[in-house]
């Protein structure tokens, strides 16, 4: 009996425990500091994903070719 009894109480313990840090960590999510944090890091992986994307989308042919280092050497 004490054998299938120990196996219950820890796995209620845990799920006391798992649901006691969810809802901690639900509230420090949810705390404004916290969200606006979380809010200003997905704004910015929005930003470099799109710039990423504005990236591979451009070809090289493109872009401007670099001057040569004679013609800024000679000024011209």
Do not use: C
Request: net charge positive; aromatic share 8%; proline share 4%.
């Amino acid at each position: 009996m004490l054998e299938a009894l120990i196996p219950l109480v820890i796995n209620k313990s845990v799920e006391v425990i798992l649901k006691l840090l969810l809802e901690k960590i639900w509230a420090w999510l949810l705390r404004d500091k916290s969200f606006q944090r979380l809010n200003h890091f997905l704004k910015m992986q929005i930003l470099v994903l799109y710039l990423d994307w504005i990236l591979l989308k451009t070809s090289l042919k493109s872009l401007p070719k670099p001057a040569k280092e004679n013609d800024l050497d000679t000024g011209g």
